[in-house]
């Protein structure tokens, strides 16, 4: 069982280009989401799903995307990338983020260490 | 949007010394959850807690939810070094997002 996998750990890109955030989680999920980490200012969500076919936006989506064709798989596209996207970005995954439905939290995957110079 | 702060962001203690984190959110929550991050790792689900005035014990950990379900506190008794770490809280106001807070990151010396 291994839980939320991301790919690659750790990548330095250049200013302009595009790649994707690899996530999958083999627990049978609904929720999942991806947030980015910076010193001081905590998790930050990007975007999240509910499930296949479903995603939405989170507080800071700008220069994101996402696509949930399937219930374990999500990955996060950088489309253009700039400096400030330079973060750790971790993917989470849990049965249910609500109270009452038995939830045990977000399981969190290793992050991805992003640097844009 | 929901906002959710913690106070203090940092925290150094002496082994053996008590330490508190504190949660508020802007909005009514309908669950808090806290976390555990250790340094250069990931978030780690340590409880979650559902109705207003609940307190919830881990050995050492004491977890509380405001009566008004827009705050919460985590205790933790007679600090060890394996407490070290950055403590998160996280919240649903509503909707489908889960807020985390801005963390207090505590370090224990011996």
């Known amino acids: 069982n291994a839980g939320v996998t991301q790919t690659p750990k750790f990548q330095v890109l250049k200013t302009g280009q595009s790649m994707t955030l690899q996530c999958a989680q083999d627990m049978n999920h609904e929720y999942m989401s991806w947030y980015r980490q910076d010193p001081g200012m905590g998790l930050r969500l990007i975007h999240y799903s509910v499930g296949a076919g479903i995603t939405d936006q989170g507080e800071v989506p700008n220069g994101y995307n996402v696509s949930r064709s399937t219930t374990e798989d999500f990955p996060l596209r950088l489309l253009s990338a700039a400096p400030s996207q330079t973060s750790v970005y971790f993917c989470?995954?849990?049965?249910?983020?609500?109270?009452?439905?038995?939830?045990?939290?977000?399981?969190f995957g290793s992050g991805t260490r992003l640097t844009v110079v | 949007g929901q906002q959710v702060m913690q106070i203090p962001q940092y925290q150094h203690v002496q082994e053996g010394e008590d330490f508190t984190t504190y949660c508020n959110s802007s909005t009514t929550l309908s669950n808090i959850q806290w976390y555990k991050q250790r340094p250069g790792g990931h978030p780690v689900f340590l409880i979650q807690?559902?109705?207003?005035?609940e307190v919830k014990k881990q050995k050492r950990l004491t977890f509380q939810f405001g009566e008004a379900k827009k705050n919460s506190s985590l205790h933790i008794t007679a600090t060890q070094t394996t407490d070290v770490g950055t403590y998160f809280c996280?919240?649903?106001?509503?909707?489908?997002?889960?807020?985390f807070g801005t963390g207090t990151q505590l370090k224990v010396e011996l």
């Open positions: 989470a995954s849990s049965y249910s983020i609500h109270a009452g439905t038995g939830t045990r939290g977000y399981t």
């Open positions: 996280a919240g649903v106001g509503g909707g489908n997002k889960l807020t």
């Open positions: 807690l559902v109705k207003s005035g």
